[in-house]
């Protein structure tokens, strides 16, 4: 029998609605490399190699008729890699912001529920001869630790690259209807309550399942105090459209990591100060009231996992259960940058001191996650719980801090899309890789028509905060 989704994984796909696609995405940019250097025929040979190292990514959802039972997971036998793997180019002269806005639309599209639920796009005509590659990965993909993104295994540590897998895949024929049902059947009689949930989720009950993993989430959530008090009313909880804004920001880690010299914080912390100062400037710059007791709350998922644990090549060293979830209120009213940092960095300890911080084995009950896929980890919780606890999700990955390579390409940066929840305007994700910290800002077009904005004050809050610490 083919393997079923878990009742988190099938969550997603019966409360992706046309306003919030629950997939999460990436966008890496290459220098070009040797003779015609990275194109469409490389990128799709190179995942034709590599396809096998994750089987998930050819298999598509199939559902149990009458929704007697959660879908299964089946192999496509008209898989098609041209159709996921595809092609686009940008007009001349292929700045970034043209980048960004091709991002936010094909962002904005959900994907085929009737095919394998990933995409990937090779993006040619970038200015400095550059190329991106941008994917989109379905949450219901991301099964818990084991499973791995298919961006990761495309990347080598050197540019020659390893050498491909042979093999002749075969699909298995999909499972008839009857041999589902009767599957089913045998299910609801060794659980004869969760017949009735799965009925009621695919139906389009959609505020139950909410509720449902509201309640698992509500348990993490109670682990922290801030939880206890709604979160600030700000301009970034509205009602969202189906269209999204894309910006990003690029920024030094040796910054970050002077300044955790300076005073004695994490990377971390002084990431989370440098974004509220961001979204300081960013509301005074709307011309918002900024008292000196505001704060907006950021649900910030993060690994804590140290430098030493960076892993030694592009597909080794899980996160393994090394992770952990915090509510902290970012203090975007106070107008010192190094006020700010130990408001933060006090926030961060004593979370972590009392306890107040999520394990992973919760996280991963809760949630599930992968190396590079953890800023869907997030999404995944705040899809579930009320936007009255927290105003935005900031997702800080830690990258490896060596180049990697896509069919003898370099890869420059690596900025992620994390995808918005309902009600919440506005997603960042950041992510360390060789030396850089890159940020995506993933917003609403409504009600972020500004986030480009929000994004070029990264560079002057991190500015900012360099020059009080010295």
Not at 46 to 75: C, F, T
Not at 256 to 279: E, F, K, M, P, Q
Not at 286 to 304: D, Q, W, Y
Request: aromatic content about 6%.
């Amino acid at each position: 029998m083919p393997p079923r989704l878990t009742a988190l994984d099938a969550s997603f796909l019966y409360l992706e609605q046309t306003t919030t696609p629950m997939h999460v995405g990436g966008v890496a940019v290459f220098k070009r490399a040797g003779k015609g250097g990275l194109d469409y025929e490389k990128l799709v040979g190179l995942v034709e190699q590599r396809i096998s190292l994750v089987p998930r990514y050819r298999q598509k959802v199939k559902h149990v008729p009458g929704n007697l039972a959660r879908p299964v997971w089946v192999d496509d036998t008209e898989f098609d890699v041209a159709y996921h793997v595809r092609r686009s180019a940008l007009p001349r002269p292929g700045t970034d912001e043209q980048l960004c806005e091709l991002v936010a639309r094909l962002m904005s599209r959900p994907l085929d529920h009737t095919r394998p639920l990933w995409e990937m796009y090779l993006v040619e005509g970038l200015e400095k001869n550059r190329v991106a590659v941008v994917t989109k990965t379905h949450q219901a993909m991301v099964d818990g630790i084991s499973a791995i993104d298919l961006s990761q295994v495309i990347l080598d540590v050197s540019p020659d690259a390893r050498p491909g897998v042979e093999e002749v895949w075969m699909p298995r024929p999909e499972p008839s209807d009857l041999r589902l049902i009767a599957e089913a059947v045998g299910d609801a009689v060794a659980r004869p309550g969760e017949i009735v949930d799965n009925v009621r989720a695919a139906t389009g009950d959609a505020v139950a399942t909410a509720t449902k993993l509201a309640g698992m989430a509500g348990k993490l959530l109670t682990m922290a105090r801030t939880a206890s008090r709604p979160a600030p009313g700000t301009p970034l909880n509205v009602h969202i459209s189906t269209q999204r804004r894309f910006a990003i920001a690029r920024t030094d880690l040796e910054a970050y990591r002077r300044i955790r010299a300076a005073h004695g914080c994490t990377v971390n912390d002084a990431v989370l100060s440098v974004v509220s100062g961001a979204l300081r400037n960013w509301l005074l710059s709307r011309g918002e009231p900024v008292t000196s007791g505001a704060s907006v709350r950021a649900m910030v998922p993060m690994s804590v996992r140290g430098e030493a644990d960076v892993p030694s090549s592009a597909t080794s060293g899980s996160l393994g259960n090394r992770v952990s979830s915090f509510l902290v209120d970012l203090p975007v009213g106070e107008p010192s940058p190094v006020v700010r940092l130990h408001h933060v960095t006090h926030a961060m300890r004593e979370h972590t001191s009392t306890g107040r911080n999520v394990g992973a084995d919760t996280l991963v009950r809760i949630g599930g996650f992968a190396p590079p896929t953890l800023h869907a980890l997030g999404a995944r919780a705040a899809s579930g719980i009320s936007r009255r606890i927290f105003n935005l999700v900031v997702t800080n990955v830690p990258g490896p801090q060596f180049p990697l390579y896509a069919a003898g390409a370099r890869m420059l940066e690596m900025f992620p899309v994390v995808p918005l929840a309902k009600g919440q305007a506005l997603a960042i994700g950041l992510t360390s890789y060789d030396g850089g910290v890159y940020y995506g800002f993933n917003g609403d077009r409504d009600g972020m028509p500004d986030v480009d904005v929000l994004a070029g004050l990264v560079d002057e809050a991190l500015d900012e905060l360099l020059a009080a610490s010295r």
